[in-house]
């Protein structure tokens, strides 16, 4: 199975981001842009690639461990452009990590790689997202949005992308709570 650990995007601002994505697709004119839908919004933390069925046990305790060694947090997103840079072909919402994901973020990764087998941490530096489209061309010039959103990081989530009918599809396999997540 190919998964990921990501946080899920709460739908409230996924609404948000939805009419800021459709807004500035619109507004493009090109770049044959392929919109991620609403219901695959997330932001990931660690992509595992391929993993046998069996590791979701391992990996369900490896979230539990970790969601009782770091507490809920705001990620803010500050715009809404092409990432990482202006030449690139992701229209995501993104900001500057805050130091308490960047902790959350490394340590997943450093725990992954102790008990994961295969698994290699990530090269480059985490920087918080949530793709919004995938452009197929380049597009200028660059489209920016300022934006003030609140990412509620209250959970740690395992992922399985799937293929159906052509498209992608994120089905929630394991979720952990992080404490001071607020009730649902």
Request: aromatic residues 4%; hydrophobic residues 45%.
């Amino acid at each position: 199975m190919r998964c990921f650990v990501g946080v899920p995007v709460e739908p409230l601002l996924g609404v948000e981001l939805l009419s800021l994505r459709d807004d500035m697709l619109a507004g493009l004119g090109g770049g044959c842009p392929r919109a991620v839908p609403a219901a695959n919004f997330h932001l990931t933390l660690a992509f595992l690639g391929e993993q046998p069925d069996d590791s979701v046990t391992l990996l369900d305790a490896l979230l539990a461990e970790l969601a009782g060694r770091h507490h809920a947090l705001v990620q803010p997103l500050e715009q809404v452009s092409l990432f990482p840079d202006n030449r690139a072909r992701l229209l995501a919402a993104h900001g500057p990590g805050t130091p308490a994901l960047l902790s959350l973020a490394e340590d997943l990764q450093q725990r992954l790689a102790d008990t994961l087998p295969g698994y290699q941490p990530e090269r480059r530096t985490f920087r918080p997202h949530v793709t919004l489209a995938r452009l197929d061309l380049p597009v200028v010039p660059a489209p920016l949005r300022v934006v003030a959103l609140p990412l509620r990081v209250e959970a740690l989530v395992l992922y399985r992308s799937d293929q159906v009918n052509g498209k992608t599809v994120y089905r929630l396999l394991r979720q952990a709570e992080l404490p001071g997540a607020r009730v649902r």
